[in-house]
């Protein structure tokens, strides 16, 4: 299921203020359906404000614009086919542009007065309709959204806000509404995919925490003191110099600078933070074992060799505070 780019696209969710409504893309009863509906809401109304900032508004046909949008939606054959008449549309802008530049110089020189012939601004209106229709469809089902949108709903909310319809719904952040419903169906794709490192990790702190020599601290974090120093306590303003060994719950090494016999140097706080805090309990000289759960480790990101809800085992040497 590919929705990150459509997560970058859209941004943010709220809540519904209306309830059942039906029209030609069908019911909207669910959060789905809702989220299907805003998704052509702000892409529709993206489209509207690009053209009236370029006051091309007041020049594409959007009766014909609107038709040629559902005949790419629908993947209907096309009056005119937008890609073999690419130079057609690029002329136009040109000539559009033109025209603005002049518009910005000369007071008197308005959108009206641009006087584009009317079969070449209707071939151009249902060439950029067609296009966004096309496109629109296209990339939707490349990235899987066709799969978790009701795409009749989405398209009606588009054509709905291109013709400055009433929409058959509102909410109070439209945007948040769309990226929270988003947000959740990645966690549980990740869930369903990773969801076995969650529970191993929380199966095997929940026994972990139980040995006496292991210590657990408010947020969560465990560790175990194999040596303690004498030395300078690491602080959050320190770049220190250290040794470690990370595992995996079952034992796997994902890295080691004691295995390369180099070790790293870097700031306390440009780390993961399980290491943030494990850090600042260390005094130089110390060589503590750290319990991350995956929450104060990577997360839900895929590290590679680190997958998502991995916690994470860590053997660390302080051996010098650098500054």
Known sequence: MKIKNLLIAVL?????????????????????DSVSYFVGNLEGDRIRKSFEMGSADTLINFDLYIKAFTDGSLEKEFKMDPDSNEVFIQNFIKDLRAAMQQSQTDSTFTTSAFRFESSRLDSVSYLLGANMGKYMTKNFKEQGIDTILEMKLMYEGFVSTIKKEA????????????????????????????GENKAAGEEFLAKNKALEAVTVTASGLQYEVLKEGNGVKAAAKNTVKVHYHGTLVDGTVFESTVEKNEPATFGVTQVIPGWI???????????????????????????????PYSMLIFEIELLEIVK
């Open 12 to 32: 943010f969710g709220g809540t519904i203020f209306s309830c059942t409504t039906s029209n030609n893309g069908g019911a909207i009863t669910t959060e789905k």
């Open 167 to 194: 929409l058959r719904i509102d909410a109070e952040d439209k945007q948040m509404m769309v990226r929270s419903y988003f947000i959740a169906l990645q966690e549980a794709d990740m869930m369903n995919k990773f």
């Open 277 to 307: 805090e494990g850090l600042q309990l260390m005094s130089v000289g110390s060589k503590y074992k750290f319990f991350i759960p995956y929450d104060l480790a990577y997360g839900t990101r895929d590290q590679g060799n680190i997958k």
